[in-house]
């Protein structure tokens, strides 16, 4: 135990220094008091995204030191977090889903497949884009996005 607490110190604080605040979405932010519960729904993803939501919120890039948490069920959760395109048989569950959040609710999509279907449009399985599904609140680009990038759009949910 003591070994783990001296390897604690000599480490130390492993997180980026926090990058400016994003421009200010006040309208979200607002409405969520400064913390925000997130679902997360992979709606026919790569795992690429993934890999990145991973890393946005481990020790380096810390997204919960914003305000930002990830939950285990959609009615404990304010906003959802989509990656992928939607494929056929994901677009019910992200109703589903969707609707089992309390108000007021968020959807943020998470890459270019989520934003417009990227590397899988027009592809057989897909149903559309997040935003043909369940409606969009904020839009995070890349193929894949950087974990800064999902981080500074979770804080313009947060808002700090
Ligand atoms: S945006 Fe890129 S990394 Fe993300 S699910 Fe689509 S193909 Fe995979």
């Given at each position: 135990m003591l070994n783990l607490w001296r390897k604690i110190r000599r480490t130390g604080r492993v997180a980026e220094p926090a990058p400016p605040k994003p421009g200010d979405e006040p309208a979200l932010a607002a409405e969520l008091g400064g913390s925000v519960q997130i679902r997360h729904v992979?709606?026919?993803?790569?795992n690429g995204c993934e890999v990145e939501i991973g890393s946005a919120f481990g020790?380096?890039?810390?997204?919960?030191?914003?305000?930002a948490r990830l939950v285990a069920s959609p009615r404990h959760a304010d906003a959802v977090l989509v990656t992928g395109p939607v494929t056929r048989n994901m677009a019910e569950p992200l109703r589903r889903t969707f609707e089992a959040l309390p108000e007021p609710k968020f959807v943020v999509a998470v890459g270019d497949c989520a934003r417009?279907?990227?590397?899988?449009?027009?592809?057989?399985g897909v149903e559309g884009a997040v935003r043909d599904v369940v409606p969009v609140d904020v839009e995070i680009a890349g193929c894949p996005p950087r974990p800064e990038q999902i981080v500074e759009g979770l804080r313009k949910l947060t808002g700090r």
């Open positions: 992979d709606a026919g993803s790569c020790p380096v890039h810390d997204a919960e030191r914003y305000g417009n279907c990227g590397a899988f449009a027009e592809a057989y």
